[in-house]
């Protein structure tokens, strides 16, 4: 367990510092009133995670302790929608399109929603 969590947590930050100089090499030599910075991390992540996931299906040296580490960890710190993505592209496999679209337009709505309530509580404070 130890060493699955240290896997996580060095992937996740690896992950995390590449956001991070993708968003800052981006916003500075590109400015722009769209977040292309973040769309493009975004977009980065989950077809990174597609390409972790399709590898792991072919080859043997993808390990499990190396999913989590590529998978878990620096994609999820990369961005967590590569992540909602993945989660969605299982949902749609599996032909659970209900829960699909329930997971993806409340993830949304919710999510927009709860950021506007973390912003509004701080107000009141």
């Known amino acids: ?7 996580v947590a060095f992937g996740g ?3 995390s510092m590449a956001r991070y100089l993708c968003q800052k090499w981006l916003s500075e ?13 975004n977009l ?5 995670i597609g390409v972790i996931y399709a590898a792991a299906e ?3 040296f993808i390990t499990p302790q190396i999913r989590l580490l590529l998978v878990t960890g620096f994609c999820g710190g990369f961005t967590t929608f590569s992540t909602f993505a993945f989660e ?3 949902l749609l496999r ?13 993830s949304v709505v919710l999510g927009i929603a709860a950021v506007f309530g973390g912003i509004a509580i701080m107000k009141l404070l």
Do not use: S
Request: proline residues 6%.
């Open 29 to 41: 030599d590109h400015p722009h009133p769209f977040p292309w910075a973040t769309f493009i991390v």
């Open 1 to 7: 367990m130890i060493k699955n969590l240290l896997l």
């Open 88 to 90: 969605n592209m299982n």
């Open 13 to 15: 930050g690896a992950g």
């Open 94 to 106: 599996g032909n659970d399109t209900i829960y699909f679209l329930i997971y993806t337009i409340a």
């Open 44 to 48: 980065a992540g989950c077809f990174l």
């Open 58 to 60: 072919k080859v043997t």
